[in-house]
């Protein structure tokens, strides 16, 4: 299998699965949430910057909601990020191929995906604490949760958009080119 071949079959199953997650009605899905939680909004989706503004969304949550967000975070949460790995790291060990670029600028470069799976795994970790020790308040963990989770989106944004510069860039530098040429 070619390797264009399997970043594309590798971006379909990410999709696939990101799409089913967030719009499709199923144990652990966000919908499913939404409706255990009377409207909750996930920890990790908008975090919240204090403990006790994380307490009271686990309390406005209600038991069902709770229950909810843990079945979500030891099933679904798995899923999800192992579902775009193999995704991201094609996608820039790809973009990645071409250039002439130091080994450890290539190695940083390509850890951004692993980078961002680790960091949603460690924050599905501080939620599920909080939500099994719940009522009993973890505030040093409820401190460092939103600092996790922004983290983690800054490596998901970087593992996706840099190889999408690169592969911008040489789009560009490729139309350059061709025009530099028929001139």
């Given at each position: 299998?070619?390797?264009?071949r399997t970043?594309v079959l590798?971006?379909?199953?990410?999709f696939?699965?990101?799409?089913?997650?967030?719009?499709?009605d199923?144990?652990?899905s966000?919908?499913r949430?939404?409706?255990a939680?009377?409207g909750?909004?996930?920890?990790?989706v908008s975090?919240?910057f204090?403990a006790?503004t994380?307490?009271k969304r686990?309390?406005d949550?209600?038991?069902?909601?709770r229950q909810?967000?843990?079945r979500?975070?030891?099933?679904?949460d798995?899923?999800?990020?192992l579902?775009?790995?193999p995704f991201l790291f094609l996608?820039?060990f790809?973009a990645?191929?071409?250039l002439?670029?130091?080994?450890?600028?290539?190695a940083?470069l390509?850890?951004f995906?692993?980078a961002?799976?680790?960091l949603?795994?460690?924050e599905?970790a501080?939620?599920?604490?909080?939500?099994?020790?719940?009522?009993?308040r973890?505030d040093l963990?409820?401190?460092?949760?939103?600092y996790v989770?922004?983290?983690k989106?800054?490596a998901?944004?970087?593992?996706?958009?840099?190889?999408?510069?690169?592969?911008?860039?040489?789009?560009l530098?490729?139309?350059?080119q061709t025009?530099?040429v028929?001139?």
């Amino acid at each position: 299998m070619t390797q264009r071949r399997t970043l594309v079959l590798a971006f379909v199953w990410a999709f696939l699965v990101v799409f089913s997650v967030h719009f499709v009605d199923f144990q652990g899905s966000v919908p499913r949430f939404r409706a255990a939680s009377r409207g909750g909004v996930l920890l990790d989706v908008s975090p919240a910057f204090t403990a006790d503004t994380i307490y009271k969304r686990l309390s406005d949550y209600g038991e069902e909601g709770r229950q909810s967000h843990s079945r979500r975070n030891v099933t679904v949460d798995l899923i999800l990020p192992l579902s775009l790995l193999p995704f991201l790291f094609l996608l820039i060990f790809n973009a990645l191929a071409s250039l002439q670029i130091n080994r450890l600028l290539r190695a940083l470069l390509l850890s951004f995906s692993f980078a961002y799976v680790f960091l949603d795994f460690a924050e599905n970790a501080a939620v599920l604490a909080l939500l099994v020790r719940y009522p009993e308040r973890m505030d040093l963990v409820a401190m460092i949760l939103p600092y996790v989770t922004l983290v983690k989106r800054v490596a998901s944004l970087l593992a996706l958009f840099v190889p999408l510069a690169i592969f911008g860039f040489r789009f560009l530098r490729g139309k350059f080119q061709t025009l530099r040429v028929s001139v």
